[in-house]
């Protein structure tokens, strides 16, 4: 029986990755293992055509990657970014080394055959302008910070992602539609219409999915748009015994009895999340979560489970968002306020976004509470931790 490995053969990759033609003694110090270690390793990539060995002398050996050395950039991405990861399981398939790097900070020796970098939020846009100024001619940039309307390749975007690229997530990801029905007259805050078009299946999630995982996220901006495609997928996630999150929230506006129920008999390992963007849908609002009551909701499954996100585009819409929040306390569901990044964001507007995030405080108190009672929250945690 082969002994176990106590490195992965991808950490040394990932060095060469980064900067090629590295000593062996260069190497072991970056993957902090014996010199001996180091050789071990990478005679094996070796003998797998992954590298190349020149002898410089009697005492020194230079490494180098076979493949092409992709770099992939992910400025601002808060969960593993899909597009990165496409282009890398293409990438190698094909036979190249990738290496991540999250942020914008990029100090390589060496210039990579290929970068590719991925903007989430358009207020870190100029994130990077050393990055392009560096790597001109060899870099291709795309996300929703960055230009709405650029697609992966269909060679790309037909591929499962490589779900190596982020080893400290433990979920599938992907999209099972794209689009929505709804337009930029009725969401002129979205820029779904714009990115993504009218609404349209696009890939069941066994195409995407990982099966050494328990949970799966789903990307999609209105999957309740087409509801038995929704009843279709969600029955294959109740049959894998998957538990699910919709990142983008569910139509409230397309729940029917049949949706209800389905969503009380799937497991949930996050919120389900609706969305009361506009205080005219304050009819539909309550009639809808009175629909959950009666298929089954109660109202603790309704505090555990239940949020909806509150669109506020300005400070203008700061009394609004205060309602719609109360409002929804009192039916027994949370809020969480999004707000416009690209309008100044006020005092009054962060405290509302704190206090509807921070549940105990939500919960406990009114908005009108909230400073003193984070203050005395604080004055608290200080008092427990000195006496401690």
Sequence with gaps: MPAKRKYELS???EVLAVKSSLSTGTIARKVKCHISTALRYLRELKKAKQVTEQRISNTINLWKLTGKRILLVDVDSKIPNLALMKISAWHKEHGDNVVLLRGSTVDLCDKPDKVYASIIYKKNKHALNYIIAQYSGIIDIGGSGYDLHKTLPVEMEDLKPDYTLYPEF???IGFSSRGCIRSTKTCPFCIVPIKEG????VAHPEEWYNPEY??????????LADKEYFMEITAWCIEKKLKVWFTQGLDIRKLDEEIALRLLEMKHYKMISFAWDHIEDEAIIREKIELLKQTGFTKNKLRAKVQFYVYVDSDDDYESGVYRCRELKKLNCNSYLMFNIDNKCTQRIKDLQRWSILKLFYWLNDIT???DNIQASKISKKLLQSNA
């Design 198 to 201: 009218k609404f349209r299946r």
């Design 369 to 371: 509470d909230f400073k």
């Design 170 to 172: 433990d979920y599938s």
């Design 214 to 223: 328990d949970k799966i996220v789903f990307l999609d901006n209105n999957i």
């Design 11 to 13: 950490k040394f990759l």
